[in-house]
């Protein structure tokens, strides 16, 4: 019971992290490196699964709760894809390799979002320009970000060894 109980609160907090950012209405440069952040980080201490569950939750709940702008809904799908594969690829990516996991997680987020704006759905053009490389960009910085806060967290022995094992190339043994 108490591992349930710590993973729920764990998902709770880093739930209320993406969404209280989101209600700020901060710069995209700022919001998005957050929420991609916080992406990262659930996969270490929630699994990869329960963070892309989150990554699933903030577009969606940031539209109900209106803290999203309604010219962005018909890009929540993709939106929601994209969050939820940052956290899957980087999640069971970082057992190989903790820098290619974010480049490569990174890199399908703005794909999967800058096709979605240039194929599939029809937004305003500074949309279409909002989705596309600034999501690249914004992933990138939130991987480093996470990774910063991972190496904080295992220091002060928030997150254990065993799941974090630092940012070394190689696995320790």
Known sequence: MKGNVKWLTRAAILLAVALSVQSLRLPQGITGPTINAALL?????????????????????????????????????????????LALLFGYGRRVNVYLAVVVAAGVKYLILAAAVRYIISVPPQVSVALQLPQLVTALIGGLVALLALEALAAA???????????ALRRRR
């Open 157 to 167: 022995r928030v997150v254990e060894r065993s799941q974090w094992p630092g940012l």
């Open 41 to 85: 980080v659930g996969t270490v201490l929630l699994g990869p699964w329960g963070a892309a569950t989150i990554g699933f939750l903030t577009p969606l709940t940031a539209f109900l709760l209106g803290q999203l702008n309604p010219v962005l809904a018909p890009a929540i799908p993709f939106i929601m894809a994209g969050n939820g594969l």
